[in-house]
Every structure is written in C-alpha cells, then in structure tokens.
C-alpha cells in the first residue's frame, strides 16, 4: 500500500513538472532584457539663434515607452527635461530648445530611452554631457566716414576737370611752340619741342 501512494506521488509530480516547463520556458522567453539602441550624430557648433534643433534614431527590439532630451546651458548645475517627439512614423525623433539670438552658451545635454520593460539607455551622461557650442556672427559693421564717402563721390569731377586743364596746357604749349613764343614756365625746349611735367592732386591728397 505504502508502495503504491508513493507511485502515485511520484507520477503526479512529474506530471505538475511537465506542465510547468513550458509555461517557465515561454515566460523566459517572454522577458525583455535588450535596451534600446540610440543614434545621435553631435553638432559640435551652430549659429546663435532663438531655438536649436537635435535629432536622435532610437529604436527598440520591442516597444519604446520614452525618449526623453535632458539639457542645461553652461554655467548651470541642473538639467531641464523634455520629451523628443517621434517625426511622423519613422524612428527619429525630434526636440527643440528655445534659446535668446546672440546668447553664446553652450548647450550641454544627454538623451535618455527607455522600453516598456523598463530598460534603459542614455547617449551621454549627466556627469558628462555632449556639448553644443553656440556662435555669435559679429554684425558690428564700422560706419564708413561720411566726409571719406562725399569725397569718394566727387573724385571722379576732380579728375575730369584735372584732365580738361591738363588739355588746355598742352593745347596753349603746342601753339606756343609752333609760334616760336617763349618758354613754358617750367618746361625744357629743345627745337620747338617741350618737356613739361603738370602735377594734379587730388582734394585731400598731400
């Protein structure tokens, strides 16, 4: 009798342990341990300007549940979060930080996503950000002086009426020389033939 209750025993354990194989084995294999994967190309530097752009593809073996962008400007010590917006229906997702034009601090940030299975990866750290800096373009223009641009402007005058004067001259020297008159002022003639050298400068030059 007593061998018989033992068989029994024994049977209905093995029984109960053949059942429960593969509820155990389907329930391991049911259990999500990959973490997302995150692709994020760092943008080392961009112009100042009054919102900043970050793109990442993130991608899981099973279901995103966030994908968060936390961030801080230089000089501070805590990170404000926001929340990366899928664009459309691919696997990039998107967020934008508003920043003031002509504000030169970096930003300093990581990207965090995780699964409904509660895994979790991060491109960057807290303790060491990736870091985007922020160029301001010099829009200081020096202001030309205006007394250099009416100068500028009436040159071309100046040069016409220095060139009429100087026809005047060699006109005038012509005939005198034909004529057998005297010498220009300032001239070496030879034969009726006359060197000059007639100097015009322009207002404001030395």
Request: proline residues 5%.
């Amino acid at each position: 009798m007593t061998n018989t209750v033992l068989v029994r025993l024994a049977c209905i354990t093995w029984f109960t342990a053949a059942q429960l194989v593969p509820v155990t084995n389907a329930a391991a294999q049911s259990i999500d341990v990959e973490p997302p994967v995150i692709e994020h190309d760092v943008v080392e530097s961009a112009t100042s300007s009054d919102r900043q752009s970050f793109f990442a593809t993130v991608a899981d073996d099973d279901e995103l549940a966030s994908v968060r962008f936390l961030y801080r400007f230089e000089g501070q010590t805590t990170y404000t979060s926001l929340e990366m917006k899928r664009v459309s229906s691919s696997s990039t997702f998107a967020v934008e930080v508003a920043t003031q034009t002509g504000d030169d601090r970096a930003i300093e940030y990581y990207i965090s996503a995780r699964d409904v299975s509660g895994n979790r990866t991060l491109r960057g750290y807290n303790f060491s950000p990736l870091v985007r800096f922020i160029e301001v373009p010099d829009t200081t223009a020096q202001p030309l002086d205006q007394a250099v641009l009416a100068s500028a402007k009436k040159r071309p005058l100046y040069y016409v009426a220095g060139a009429l004067v100087l026809g005047a001259v060699v006109g005038a020297l012509a005939r005198s020389s034909s004529g057998g008159g005297p010498e220009a002022p300032g001239g070496n003639c030879d034969n009726g033939l006359c060197d000059f050298t007639v100097t015009i400068n322009p207002p404001g030059a030395q």
